[in-house]
C-alpha cells in the first residue's frame, strides 16, 4: 500500500513559520519527485513547490523566497519549511509523489495550514 502522511499543520500567526513533513511508505522514495500542492478555501488546487530525485526545485512565485523544500531519502520524507506566513497562505497543504516516467500520482490527506491571529 502506497501512503503518504502528512504532518505539521496548524494555527499559526501571521509572520510565524511552520516546517510541514510528508512521510512516505510502500514506494521508491528515490524513484520520485515529490512536491507539496495547497487548496485554500473556495479556490482551485494549486502547486506550492516540487523537488526531483536529484534535488532540483521548483517554486510557486508567491512562496519564493520564503519556502523551502527538501527531502531526506533515507528516511522517505519531504518537508516544506514556510517562512513569513501570510493569511493568504491559509489552505489544505497535500504530498504528492509522481514516480519517474509514470503517468500516475500519489496524494496524502492533507493537513491544514491556518494562517490568522
Known sequence: QV??????????????????SCAASGIIFNHN????????????RELVA????????????SVKG???I??????????LQMNSL??????????NAQPIALRINYWG???LVTVSS
Open 50 to 61: 516540487s523537488i526531483t530525485s536529484g534535488g532540483s526545485t521548483n517554486y510557486a512565485d
Open 66 to 68: 520564503r519556502s523551502t
Open 33 to 44: 519527485t515529490m512536491a507539496w500542492y495547497r487548496q485554500a478555501p473556495g479556490k482551485q
Open 109 to 111: 490527506k492533507g493537513t
Open 70 to 79: 527538501s527531502r531526506d531519502n533515507a528516511k522517505k520524507t519531504v518537508y
Open 3 to 20: 501512503q503518504l502522511v502528512e504532518s505539521g499543520g496548524g494555527l499559526v500567526q501571521p509572520g510565524g513559520s511552520l516546517r510541514l
Open 86 to 95: 501570510k493569511p493568504e497562505d491559509t489552505a489544505v497543504y497535500y504530498c
